[in-house]
């Protein structure tokens, strides 16, 4: 009989009650007891939608991030949020989002501030993780306590609980080195710990434990290599059997070894990965268990399920009990229940599986294999039914968008001019002070904002008076950054709900969820559109509203846009095509945006691309057609304008450090990019690297309550400085202000502002 059991599940809840849940205790809304009990009611919730499988994981559910989640069980916790004051729960939130220092006459007058851990992303994913921070003398110490109590409650639910963890080889792969020691020094310290982990698991009666090691899809070196083997030759603990897991992509060069290393079963990402296969077929020794991910975990449409059991009836037939099933990683990456989008296109609705569907999915596949084809019969008509409509729909296919790209030659992608005489045509035309202040786009969105949009959706509301509401924020928006005093402004987006959705919605070949939210961070979710056909813009998307804020203002304004690889990797891209035909198509769409924010007379445009690394695939040996196409892509979209029009493009949360060529290759006159939260650390490549054009590393960590000083603000670009001419920097936050407060950004600006002043010479 085939085994059934899921990698995990997403956290936030069907109607985000987790978000709302943390959010209203870090406004002091809500005790610590009342955030526990939701969230336990959560994962019981959670259990019971999975219950029909014949293992159901436990200890995937965290308040923030799995990998914060395992620091703390490892009793890894920065020094800095250690301090006086606050309990478990107040530390880990230290570390997740920044405390700001408080009044000395205030109630935690004995909390100093601390700095947020670094954010990034997690593999090629839009989840962002907390990264571990390692020293030489890193030492761990166990705390089980929260696993073992959720194992409790699985328990107590009835649930056949299997236990997940992130593996340690993984784990110090994902960390940095804050002093330059070698990360896998560590590994004899740790070992120990998750030795006694796996030891308390066992004294639970736990029988299987999942552990995570997604690096196996990454290129390893022998050290790396020999790490596995030494972790797991020392985590054999008695009446405890390991799955061990990958996914994210294909093992290639290390099948061998992980068929071979001591645990009882191995987990591989066959959408990703089918290749593998046959060769592990024949290196897995004969007692292990192989479980296949064959359902998707990070895309939404449904799957072949006949071409799967095509293949998959023969293996059932060879492996027998040692066939496992399961999606292809955690189902944290896609939206939870189909089943609401009642207002979806049901033609479109029909192609689609959210988490809750793909877990259906997976029982009928273990259904037909155990049981036979009849058995499911109807329902495998009704998959070959609704692949047969997407493949044949007209709405998918557009003559005029394939003759578009047929058209397309490597002059569109190219300026005119070379960046040093744009520069110089720029700078007349702008006439900016050196270090010139703006930031990345856009400005908190208010209860008011929110209130209005939704009363326009729901029809409560006309569209005059709709356009009259955002009118009143993006003035509102340029009055405050004409007296703050910043150099270049923007309109503020108070009109966009999120920078891929706004524009996918007036984009053909684009559909969206009302509820189909997934983790992006913490509290922070999005919902990705989901792009199913050929892609066209039928109208200008943003030049009335950037035309109205420039009529406010003689100071430069910045028209604001989503690149074209930002758009793909944020959304739930179709499967029947090349991602980069179809990036190409996107592309199109936003050159015209940009040809028209041109004829309007805006002369600053930001096309960001913020996502642009996380579609790099896991090897390096891979990366180079990536590259190729993506920044051929960004190049098509913004690269048909005047030498004096500017165009700026924005990064964030990412290692960027080895693709600074291709960064340089977009040929963006200005680009702005993270660097707070990691001290600047990226600017570290410059010493490497002659960056040609301009840049504007983030010096306002706006994921974190802790508005930076002046000061802090100076070193930072001083820093800078070191690595790239003065004349060449900008001062700005890391990211777009939309989840911050007007309260957190009004300061913290001010702060930004004074610092370029001092910088410049200029009394405050």
Same mark, same amino acid.
């Given at each position: 009989?085939?085994?059934?059991?899921? %990698?995990?599940?997403?956290?936030?809840?069907?109607?985000?009650?987790l978000?709302?849940?943390?959010?209203?205790?870090?406004?002091?809304?809500?005790?610590?007891?009342?955030?526990?009990?939701?969230?336990?009611?959560?994962?019981?919730?959670?259990?019971?939608?999975?219950?029909?499988l014949?293992?159901?994981?436990?200890?995937?559910?965290?308040?923030?991030?799995?990998?914060?989640?395992?620091?703390?069980?490892?009793?890894?916790?920065?020094?800095?949020?250690?301090?006086?004051?606050?309990?478990?729960?107040?530390?880990?939130?230290?570390?997740?989002?920044?405390?700001?220092?408080?009044?000395?006459?205030?109630?935690?007058?004995?909390? $100093?501030?601390?700095?947020?851990?670094?954010?990034?992303?997690?593999?090629?994913?839009?989840?962002?993780?907390?990264?571990?921070?390692?020293?030489?003398?890193?030492?761990?110490?166990?705390?089980?306590?929260?696993?073992?109590?959720?194992?409790?409650?699985?328990?107590?639910?009835?649930?056949?609980a299997?236990?997940?963890?992130?593996?340690?080889?993984?784990?110090l792969?994902?960390?940095k080195?804050?002093?330059?020691?070698?990360?896998?020094?560590?590994?004899?310290?740790?070992?120990?710990v998750?030795?006694?982990?796996?030891?308390?698991?066992?004294?639970?009666?736990?029988?299987?434990?999942?552990?995570?090691?997604?690096i196996?899809?990454?290129?390893?070196?022998?050290?790396?290599?020999?790490?596995?083997?030494?972790?797991?030759?020392?985590?054999?603990v008695?009446?405890?059997?390991?799955?061990?897991?990958?996914?994210?992509?294909?093992?290639?060069?290390?099948?061998?070894?992980?068929?071979?290393?001591?645990?009882?079963?191995?987990?591989?990402?066959?959408?990703?990965?089918?290749?593998?296969?046959?060769?592990?077929?024949? %290196?897995?020794?004969?007692?292990?268990?192989?479980?296949?991910?064959v359902?998707?975990?990070?895309?939404?449409?449904?799957?072949?399920?006949g071409?799967?059991?095509?293949?998959?009836e023969?293996?059932?037939?060879?492996?027998?009990?040692?066939?496992?099933?399961?999606?292809?990683?955690?189902?944290?990456?896609?939206?939870?229940?189909?089943?609401?989008?009642?207002?979806?296109?049901?033609?479109?609705?029909?192609?689609?599986?959210?988490?809750?569907?793909?877990?259906?999915?997976?029982?009928?596949?273990?259904?037909?294999?155990?049981?036979?084809?009849?058995?499911?019969?109807?329902?495998?008509?009704?998959?070959?039914?609704?692949?047969?409509?997407?493949?044949?729909?007209?709405?998918?296919?557009r003559?005029?968008?394939r003759?578009?790209?047929?058209?397309?030659?490597?002059?569109?992608?190219?300026?005119?001019?070379?960046?040093?005489?744009?520069?110089?045509?720029? $700078?007349?035309?702008?006439?900016?002070?050196?270090?010139?202040?703006?930031?990345?786009?856009?400005?908190?969105?208010?209860?008011?904002i929110?209130?209005?949009?939704?009363?326009?959706?729901?029809?409560?509301?006309? $569209?005059?008076?709709?356009?009259?509401?955002?009118?009143?924020?993006?003035?509102?928006?340029?009055r405050?950054?004409?007296?703050?005093?910043?150099?270049?402004?923007?309109?503020?987006?108070?009109?966009?709900?999120?920078?891929v959705?706004?524009?996918?919605?007036?984009?053909?070949?684009?559909?969206?969820?009302?509820?189909?939210?997934?983790?992006?961070?913490?509290?922070?979710?999005?919902?990705?559109? +989901?792009?199913?056909?050929?892609?066209?813009?039928?109208?200008?998307?943003?030049?009335?509203?950037?035309?109205?804020?420039?009529?406010?203002t003689?100071?430069?304004?910045?028209?604001?846009?989503?690149?074209?690889?930002?758009?793909?990797?944020w959304s739930?891209?179709?499967?029947?095509?090349?991602?980069?035909?179809?990036?190409?198509?996107?592309?199109?769409?936003?050159?015209?945006?940009?040809?028209?924010?041109?004829?309007?007379?805006?002369?600053?445009?930001?096309?960001?691309?913020?996502?642009?690394?996380?579609?790099?695939?896991?090897?390096?040996?891979?990366?180079?057609?990536?590259?190729?196409w993506?920044?051929?892509?960004?190049?098509?979209?913004?690269?048909?304008?005047?030498?004096?029009?500017?165009?700026?493009?924005?990064?964030?949360?990412?290692?960027?450090?080895? +693709?600074?060529?291709?960064? $340089?290759?977009?040929?963006?006159?200005?680009?702005?990019?993270?660097t707070?939260?990691?001290?600047?650390e990226?600017?570290?490549?410059?010493?490497?690297?002659?960056?040609?054009n301009?840049?504007?590393?983030?010096?306002?960590?706006?994921?974190?309550?802790?508005?930076?000083?002046?000061?802090?603000?100076?070193?930072?670009?001083?820093?800078?400085?070191?690595?790239?001419?003065?004349?060449?920097?900008?001062?700005?936050?890391?990211?777009?202000?939309?989840?911050?407060?007007?309260?957190?950004?009004?300061?913290?600006?001010?702060?930004?502002?004074?610092?370029?002043?001092?910088?410049?010479?200029?009394?405050?």
């Amino acid at each position: 009989m085939v085994t059934t059991h899921n %990698l995990g599940y997403p956290r936030i809840g069907k109607r985000r009650e987790l978000k709302f849940a943390l959010e209203s205790y870090w406004k002091g809304q809500l005790g610590a007891d009342e955030l526990e009990a939701q969230a336990a009611a959560l994962r019981r919730q959670h259990w019971d939608e999975q219950g029909g499988l014949d293992l159901v994981p436990v200890g995937d559910f965290s308040l923030y991030d799995h990998v914060l989640d395992t620091s703390f069980m490892l009793g890894h916790v920065p020094e800095r949020a250690r301090g006086p004051g606050g309990d478990a729960l107040d530390a880990y939130f230290r570390v997740a989002r920044g405390r700001p220092a408080q009044d000395r006459d205030g109630p935690a007058a004995c909390c $100093a501030g601390v700095a947020a851990a670094e954010m990034t992303k997690w593999f090629d994913t839009n989840y962002h993780y907390m990264v571990p921070e390692f020293h030489a003398g890193t030492c761990f110490e166990l705390d089980a306590s929260r696993l073992l109590a959720q194992l409790e409650e699985a328990r107590q639910a009835g649930v056949r609980a299997k236990p997940v963890l992130l593996g340690p080889v993984s784990y110090l792969a994902l960390g940095k080195s804050k002093d330059g020691s070698d990360r896998l020094g560590l590994l004899p310290r740790l070992l120990p710990v998750y030795a006694r982990l796996l030891q308390a698991l066992a004294g639970q009666g736990v029988s299987w434990v999942q552990i995570d090691e997604p690096i196996l899809a990454t290129e390893l070196d022998m050290d790396w290599q020999q790490a596995f083997n030494v972790a797991y030759r020392q985590l054999r603990v008695p009446g405890i059997r390991i799955l061990l897991a990958s996914y994210f992509g294909p093992l290639l060069d290390n099948r061998y070894l992980a068929a071979n290393l001591p645990v009882d079963g191995l987990h591989v990402d066959t959408t990703r990965g089918l290749d593998d296969l046959a060769p592990l077929l024949n %290196l897995l020794p004969a007692h292990k268990v192989l479980s296949l991910g064959v359902i998707s975990g990070r895309n939404v449409w449904k799957s072949d399920l006949g071409a799967l059991l095509d293949w998959l009836e023969p293996l059932a037939a060879r492996l027998g009990d040692r066939l496992w099933l399961a999606p292809s990683c955690s189902l944290l990456h896609v939206p939870m229940d189909l089943e609401s989008e009642t207002a979806l296109d049901p033609e479109i609705r029909s192609w689609l599986a959210f988490a809750r569907q793909k877990l259906d999915e997976l029982q009928l596949l273990a259904r037909a294999l155990n049981q036979g084809r009849e058995a499911v019969r109807d329902a495998l008509l009704a998959n070959r039914e609704a692949l047969a409509c997407r493949r044949a729909s007209a709405r998918v296919h557009r003559p005029e968008v394939r003759a578009a790209l047929d058209a397309v030659t490597p002059q569109m992608g190219r300026r005119r001019s070379v960046h040093a005489l744009r520069a110089a045509r720029q $700078a007349e035309l702008l006439r900016l002070p050196a270090f010139p202040t703006t930031t990345i786009g856009s400005f908190p969105q208010t209860a008011q904002i929110r209130h209005a949009r939704a009363e326009y959706k729901a029809g409560r509301l006309d $569209a005059e008076a709709y356009r009259a509401a955002m009118r009143a924020e993006i003035e509102r928006c340029v009055r405050e950054q004409e007296a703050l005093g910043l150099d270049v402004l923007v309109h503020g987006e108070a009109e966009r709900n999120d920078m891929v959705e706004y524009f996918g919605e007036q984009l053909e070949g684009y559909a969206f969820s009302r509820n189909g939210w997934v983790q992006s961070y913490g509290s922070r979710c999005v919902k990705p559109p +989901i792009l199913f056909g050929d892609i066209r813009r039928t109208r200008p998307m943003t030049v009335e509203w950037t035309r109205f804020a420039a009529s406010l203002t003689a100071r430069p304004m910045k028209g604001m846009l989503t690149g074209p690889v930002t758009m793909l990797n944020w959304s739930f891209v179709r499967d029947d095509q090349p991602r980069a035909r179809t990036c190409m198509q996107l592309a199109l769409a936003i050159r015209d945006e940009v040809l028209d924010l041109q004829d309007a007379g805006v002369r600053v445009i930001q096309i960001d691309e913020a996502a642009l690394r996380e579609g790099l695939p896991l090897r390096r040996s891979q990366w180079e057609p990536y590259l190729a196409w993506a920044v051929e892509s960004f190049r098509i979209a913004a690269n048909g304008v005047a030498d004096d029009t500017q165009i700026h493009t924005h990064m964030c949360y990412s290692e960027f450090h080895d +693709i600074l060529g291709a960064i $340089a290759d977009m040929d963006a006159d200005v680009i702005t990019i993270e660097t707070s939260r990691s001290d600047m650390e990226l600017l570290d490549a410059f010493d490497r690297f002659d960056y040609p054009n301009q840049i504007g590393p983030g010096v306002y960590d706006i994921h974190s309550p802790n508005i930076p000083t002046p000061e802090q603000i100076v070193q930072l670009m001083r820093k800078a400085a070191q690595r790239i001419p003065a004349e060449r920097l900008w001062v700005n936050p890391d990211c777009g202000l939309k989840t911050r407060q007007w309260s957190e950004v009004l300061p913290a600006l001010s702060n930004m502002v004074a610092a370029a002043r001092s910088l410049r010479g200029i009394k405050a």
